[in-house]
């Protein structure tokens, strides 16, 4: 029939797309990749744990501050509890703006605190990831990798390179 292709010609034609498939194949296993998990780095890493201390340190005296507030805020709550009822009427009513005021102050002061750390723990955590990912580079490129992953749901331990890079970082 016009149009067919002859069954020999079939035949090699067959076997040279199932050979091409092969050749990807071939070249996978040939591939050398590896993992990086990178919240372990964040939670491991010498240069992220000094991030969080020294965040810590850094925003101790205002967390020292707040609880002050806090508790000042829990005392007098407790007083206008146990007192209130025997007070004037204009001493409560001076201590309950006294507790209201305190109150908005605590939660404005809580929640500028709160914004003030996620945004020196962003720049800290920005900071171990630029060197993190300098120093996979450099792993990558002396250990002969094609191809290095971060957060993937799943990878074997067999291609986990986490240990070393955490190791790596502590060198430098």
Request: hydrophobic share 40%.
């Amino acid at each position: 029939m016009p149009g067919e292709i002859p069954v020999k010609i079939r035949h090699y034609l067959l076997m040279a797309a199932a050979s091409l498939m092969l050749v990807p194949a071939a070249q996978a296993a040939d591939l050398k990749i590896g993992f990086v998990a990178t919240e372990r780095i964040f939670r491991e890493a010498a240069p992220a744990l000094k991030a969080q201390r020294k965040l810590e340190k850094e925003f101790a005296e205002r967390d020292a501050n707040l609880q002050k507030l806090a508790k000042s805020t829990q005392d007098l709550q407790n007083q206008l509890t146990k007192d209130g009822a025997t007070m004037t009427e204009a001493d409560r009513s001076r201590k309950e703006r006294d507790l209201a005021a305190m109150n908005r102050d605590f939660q404005r002061l809580q929640r500028e605190f709160r914004e003030d750390l996620n945004s020196r723990r962003n720049e800290e955590l920005a900071a171990v990831q630029e060197r993190a990912n300098k120093v996979i580079k450099e792993f990558a490129e002396s250990e002969k990798y094609d191809l290095i992953v971060q957060d993937v749901i799943y990878a074997g331990p067999k291609i986990d390179i986490t240990e070393r890079v955490i190791k790596a970082l502590a060198d430098k």
